[in-house]
């Protein structure tokens, strides 16, 4: 765990604003939780990682847990984007369900389509679907679940050096 510092520092840096981290207890927890202070950080449009921590030996579980529902979540967003399309358009729905994100261009793009869909589905009140999308744009976005941990959360305490 106490070397896992450059390797989480990298890895927000590559894809701070579209990670989730399930963080073992250790020293990766002491680097990353505390508080008041914290090393993850919001980018200029106030996104950034998502991080909570576990207990020791379950956060294959924990992260596996976080990973199950966020597929579920961006499940039902799309589900939901798909029974909406006759009513806010293909073309936005499209745009949305096509755009891969692996670019920086690409992933800027998603977020301006995301925000054109809030703004579609704001005059929507009266659709309960509509609604219930709102809450979900989020998980529209590629996501990615990161599960940090030490040596002694993997069981090698004593065994590499």
Do not use: H
Request: hydrophobic share 40%; aromatic share 8%; net charge negative.
């Amino acid at each position: 765990g106490c070397g896992e510092t450059p390797y989480i520092k990298l890895i927000t840096q590559l894809y701070g604003d579209s990670i989730m981290i399930a963080n073992a207890t250790g020293c990766s927890s002491i680097y990353g939780g505390n508080l008041p202070t914290t090393p993850y950080k919001k980018n200029e449009f106030g996104r950034g990682p998502a991080w909570a921590n576990s207990l020791f030996e379950d956060n294959a579980e924990f992260g596996l847990g976080m990973k199950l529902g966020l597929t579920k979540k961006q499940e039902i967003a799309v589900d939901l984007l798909k029974t909406l399309e006759p009513v806010i358009g293909s073309e936005i729905v499209q745009a949305i369900i096509n755009n891969a994100e692996d670019t920086e261009i690409l992933k800027k793009e998603k977020f301006a389509q995301i925000d054109a869909l809030q703004k579609i589905l704001g005059g929507l009140a009266d659709n309960e679907d509509a609604q219930k999308l709102s809450q979900l744009t989020e998980y529209l976005r590629k996501k990615a679940v990161w599960i940090f941990g030490g040596d002694g959360w993997a069981y090698d305490i004593g065994i590499t050096s």
